[in-house]
Each structure stands twice: as C-alpha cells, then as structure tokens.
C-alpha cells in the first residue's frame, strides 16, 4: 500500500506571507497532482508532475516533484485570501492503471 | 479536461433505503472512479467503475453496498445501499480523459442519512 504523508495539517498564514507544503513518500509514483478543493465543490487540478526534479509555475504557485519521484512540495508566494481551501496531494503508482493515493490534505486560511 | 456533473448534489435520505447518484462526463474517458470523502478531509477510493464489467472495489468496499455501473464512456452511477447513518458523506466521481494521468473531479453529492 502507497502511503503520501502530507504536511502540514492546518496552517493559518497572514496575508502576503509565503508557505509550502510538503507531501513525502518511501514510494516511487509515476505522477502526482496537486489539487485545491473549496467547500460544497470538488477538487480542481492545479498541476500535474510526472519528471523526477520537475518544477512547474502558476502564478504565485511554485509545484516540485522530487529526484525520486517520491516527494513533492507546494509553495505559495505572497498568499491570498482567494487561497484558503484544503490543498490535496494525489500520486499515481507505477502501473497502478491511473488509481490515486492522496495525502490527507492541508487546510489553508489566510487572513486578510 | 473533462467537465464532470453528479446528480443530485446532495439529498437527506432515511436509513435503510437507497440513493443512486448519478456521474456524466462530457466527452469520452478511459477511466472513471468512485471516491468517499468527509467535510474537510482527503478522499477515499471506493472503487474503478469498468466500461461494460464489474467494478473494481478497494479494500473495505463491496458490491452488495455500493453496486456501480458504468454502461458507456460518459456515464457511471453509484448506489448506496441500505444506506446508515455512517454512509453520511460526500460522494464523488472523476474521470481520467484519454491517456493523460489528470484525473478530474465531479461537484460531488452531500449525502445525509438520518
């Protein structure tokens, strides 16, 4: 069984401050995909990563896959309020025929 | 992309009946899943609805509970059967589009047995 470890739990930032958050694995994934997910709708897909050491941008939103490909992370410049939501990490094992393994998700607030 | 719509999006049923909820994809998709999750937690994998076969259920999910369907590459219904108040959750599907790894995520359904 693949297990992400997703870090942190709850974070609680002011606005403009930056963050990062961490998904960990001893497990190799083929892809993983970081999503955010509002109340009352479903997770939308920010990114996806699939390269050992890849690093995408989108806007103020900086997502690293791992060398390994066991390991991820999500860093956030200058936060928002319009970023709080629960911020989800998913990866798809090798030959796992596209079955996700998700972290437990961090729930982000950030206050004005 | 895929654009994903559930029926309902949420419902309060009384426990020993059923729901059926309902998971339309806009285009053509390889694959299609099943997922539980509580208000503010991750998701759980319920089970890999197959195009014209039985679906593929995890550990801890069985058919007798959660019958799927899935009769074309659009479509997928999932009942919860003989519903308790421990069935209270979201339910959602998503579909992964072709051969990409992105696997998109539907409105789900709020589902509140009392």
Redesign the interface.
Same mark, same amino acid.
């Given at each position: 069984t693949q297990l992400l470890e997703q870090s942190p739990q709850f974070l609680s930032i002011q606005e403009g401050e930056n963050l990062t958050v961490y998904c960990n694995s001893s497990s190799v994934f !083929? !892809?993983l995909?970081w999503?955010r997910q509002e109340?009352?709708?479903?997770? &939308?897909?920010l990114v996806?990563v &699939?390269t050992g050491g890849e690093v995408k941008k989108l806007k103020r939103l900086t997502f690293q896959f791992g060398d390994a490909r066991k390991d991820s992370s999500l860093h956030i410049t200058a936060a928002q309020p319009g970023d709080t939501g629960?911020y989800?990490c998913?990866g798809?094992g090798e030959g796992s025929?596209? @079955?996700?393994t998700?972290? @437990?998700?961090t729930?982000l607030t950030v206050n004005p | 992309s895929a654009v994903i719509s559930q029926k309902p999006s949420r419902d309060i049923c009384q426990r020993g009946t059923s729901l059926t909820i309902q998971c339309q994809v806009d285009s053509q998709v390889t694959m299609m899943f099943w997922y539980r999750q509580q208000p503010g937690q991750s998701l759980t994998l319920i089970a890999t609805a197959n195009q014209g076969s039985e679906a593929t259920y995890e550990s801890g999910f069985v058919i007798d509970k959660f019958p799927i369907s899935r009769p074309n590459l659009t479509f997928s219904t999932l009942t919860v059967s003989n519903m308790s108040p421990e069935d209270s959750s979201i339910y959602l599907c998503s579909a992964v589009p072709g051969h990409s790894y992105e696997q998109y995520f539907g409105p789900g359904t709020r589902l509140t047995v009392t």
């Open positions: !083929s !892809s995909q999503y109340p009352g709708e479903g997770p &939308v897909l996806t &699939v629960l989800l998913a798809a025929n596209y @079955k996700l998700f972290g @437990k998700g729930l | -």
